[in-house]
């Protein structure tokens, strides 16, 4: 069965950087884009990037652009978030989902979701 | 602040129906047809429940249904059940530079 695994997360000072982690299994994850969606505590869902199936788009939200990178490696099964010049509103669980190629706009299959605290 | 409207909370009997609403505009919501819903228990990952409007991933109960009008989208719940209680997301596709936007969530209570 369809298996996310998010990684990666932490305690991490303003301004350092962090790199999370999603292992996927019992799917095809060519024919998936992929998204990273955060969830601040006790607060509701932020897309925050989303990544095609061969890798070759990306795009992010405007809270995030330019200090976050998403990226994909489609030998290993793999997607990664490297999250730059972190600040303290990036605080939360961020959630790795997989989107079907046939549609891309909704979010068919969650990881468990890895905490990211971003403090000093 | 969230770009779509959820109430906070509906709440219903073991049995009846409910409906969730969620509001956007016509960038978003009324402009395609790429709406879906999250179930959310808590401490856990959302769990997709309806999505392009209407259509209900394989594995999900008839019980939970979707709708839209202009720029409003519906979830109903029908047979209300204990394990119905949760949170409930939103979602849309949207033609601004977001990509995508959620509703705030609605609580479900289960009376």
């Known amino acids: 069965q369809v298996q996310l695994v998010d990684s990666g997360g932490g305690v991490v000072q303003p301004g350092r950087s962090l790199r999370l982690s999603c292992a996927a299994s019992g799917f095809t994850f060519t024919n998936y884009a992929m998204h990273w969606v955060r969830q601040a505590p006790g607060k509701g869902l932020e897309w925050v990037a989303v990544i095609s199936g061969d890798g070759n788009y990306k795009n992010y939200a405007a809270s995030v652009k330019g200090r976050f990178t998403i990226s994909r490696d489609n030998s290993k099964n793999t997607l990664s978030l490297q999250m730059n010049s972190l600040r303290p509103d990036d605080t939360a669980v961020y959630y790795c989902s997989a989107a079907h190629d046939s549609r891309w706009h909704s979010f068919d299959h969650w990881g468990q979701g890895t905490l990211v605290t971003v403090s000093s | ?111």
């Open chain 2, 1 to 111: 602040q969230s770009a779509l409207t959820q109430p906070a909370s509906v709440s219903g009997s073991p049995g009846q129906s409910i409906t969730i609403s969620c509001t956007g505009t016509r960038s978003d919501v009324g402009g395609f047809n790429f709406v879906s819903w999250y179930q959310q228990h808590p401490g856990k990952a959302p769990k997709l429940m309806i999505y392009d409007v209407t259509n209900r991933p394989s594995g999900i109960s008839d019980r939970f249904s979707g709708s839209k009008s202009g720029n409003t989208a519906s979830l109903t719940i029908s047979g209300l059940q204990a394990d119905d209680e949760a949170d409930y997301f939103c979602s849309s596709f949207t033609s601004t530079s977001a990509l995508y936007v959620f509703g705030p969530g609605t609580k479900v209570t289960v009376l």
